[in-house]
């Protein structure tokens, strides 16, 4: 057999052996991975998200009282506890120490004492 036909079918059977693997490795990259099925998860958020609004119905109207009246609680302060959902003064009487401090962080610790900061909200609670 003549080598310039040994070399060009060798040429033929390496380009359509690599033309194949390509084109199944392609294939298999273009394709999306099986889909996982979420179904189970959005429920749960669903019907969490409807529990949440009916529990925001029953709220009513939320008192937003002046927290800066109470010595100690300045911008930072309100902002971080309006953040951690205390708008009014019995909210924030109702709050622990230790809640107290995990919402407002170690500012609270330097800046004012937790326990005086309750009790003036409590007094101001009862005011109002």
Same mark, same amino acid.
């Given at each position: 057999? $003549?080598?310039?036909?040994?070399?060009?079918?060798?040429?033929?059977?390496?380009?359509?052996?690599?033309? &194949?693997?390509?084109?199944?490795?392609?294939?298999?990259? +273009?394709?999306?991975? %099986?889909?996982?099925? $979420?179904? %189970?998860?959005?429920?749960?958020?669903?019907?969490?998200?409807?529990?949440?609004?009916?529990?925001?119905? $029953?709220?009513?109207?939320?008192?937003?009282?002046?927290?800066?009246?109470?010595?100690? &609680?300045?911008?930072?302060?309100?902002?971080?506890?309006?953040?951690?959902? &205390?708008?009014?003064? %019995?909210?924030?009487?109702?709050?622990?120490? +230790?809640?107290?401090?995990? &919402?407002?962080?170690?500012?609270?610790?330097?800046?004012?004492?937790?326990?005086?900061?309750?009790?003036?909200?409590?007094?101001? %609670?009862?005011? $109002?």
């Amino acid at each position: 057999m $003549n080598p310039w036909i040994v070399f060009l079918l060798g040429v033929l059977i390496g380009w359509l052996l690599e033309w &194949i693997i390509d084109w199944v490795y392609w294939r298999r990259k +273009a394709q999306p991975e %099986a889909t996982v099925d $979420n179904s %189970a998860e959005l429920e749960a958020a669903h019907k969490e998200i409807e529990e949440l609004k009916a529990e925001l119905e $029953n709220c009513g109207e939320v008192r937003i009282d002046p927290l800066e009246k109470i010595k100690g &609680i300045g911008p930072v302060i309100k902002r971080k506890l309006n953040e951690g959902g &205390i708008f009014s003064f %019995a909210q924030l009487g109702a709050l622990t120490p +230790a809640k107290l401090e995990e &919402i407002v962080g170690e500012e609270v610790r330097r800046l004012a004492d937790e326990d005086e900061l309750i009790r003036q909200a409590k007094e101001l %609670a009862k005011e $109002n």
